[in-house]
């Protein structure tokens, strides 16, 4: 069944810890993207890869960072530089074959806490 | 409807009853826009889209409409069901044509009462 895959489910982190969400999609799709959800609010874009080896910063990229170096996965590492990661992190992928726009599909995410 | 501090919009609709929820997008310029459910402790799940040329388009009980005047988005629901209750968001896509970014509305929450 294709799909995104982000693991893990729940994820803890320690003052001063990095941490790495993973996103896996089998989807063959070429674009990939990550964005944090916080309660009541919409999406809001970390990173985003259009393509594997490349990757450009979204709205909220300070703290955050990431690696393309395979089409099918895009890790998200929260480092301690981000002063407030609690939220929900959301991975997704796009196909963009063609010009004509494709809806993006999304993961069931990770939910990450400060310990 | 206005989203104030960490409360979403709330429409509550009796079971078997037409659901509308609407959102305001921003940029004239958006050709694309997507309504997405998102059920809690989980991923948005794609429900339809529209292209800009069209001011109507209809799914499996699912119908989004768009006016462009207004710059203005509705998803309505016919017969709404209890497992229809749930987060929407609207999407639109950024910079108009070729743009592979979207930006999300803050959603509303739809409560059906059985």
């Known amino acids: 069944d294709g799909g995104i895959t982000q693991s893990p489910k729940y994820l803890f982190r320690k003052e001063g810890q990095n941490v790495t969400l993973s996103c896996e999609q089998n989807?063959?799709?070429?674009?990939m993207y990550w964005y944090r959800q916080d309660p009541g609010q919409g999406l809001r874009l970390i990173y985003y890869?259009?393509?594997?080896?490349?990757?450009q910063k979204g709205d909220i990229a300070e703290g955050y960072s990431v690696s393309r170096e395979k089409k099918e996965s895009f890790p998200l590492t929260v480092t301690s530089a981000q002063k407030n990661p609690t939220a929900f992190y959301l991975c997704a992928s796009l196909d963009r074959g063609g010009y004509s726009n494709q809806p993006q599909h999304f993961g069931d995410g990770t939910r990450l806490s400060i310990l | 409807g206005e989203s104030v501090g960490l409360h979403l919009p709330t429409l509550s609709v009796q079971e078997g009853d037409n659901s509308i929820i609407n959102c305001a997008y921003s940029n004239s310029a958006s050709d694309y826009f997507i309504w997405y459910k998102q059920e809690s402790g989980k991923g948005p799940q794609f429900i339809i889209d529209i292209r800009s040329n069209m001011d109507k388009r209809q799914g499996q009980r699912v119908t989004v409409l768009l006016n462009k005047t207004v710059k203005h988005l509705s998803l309505q629901i016919a017969a709404t069901q209890p497992g229809d209750s749930a987060v929407y968001f609207c999407a639109e896509n950024r910079s108009g044509a070729g743009s592979y970014q979207l930006t999300f509305g803050k959603g509303t929450k739809l409560s059906v009462i059985p």
């Open positions: 890869s259009q393509i594997v080896n490349d990757f």
């Open positions: 989807l063959n799709h070429d674009a």
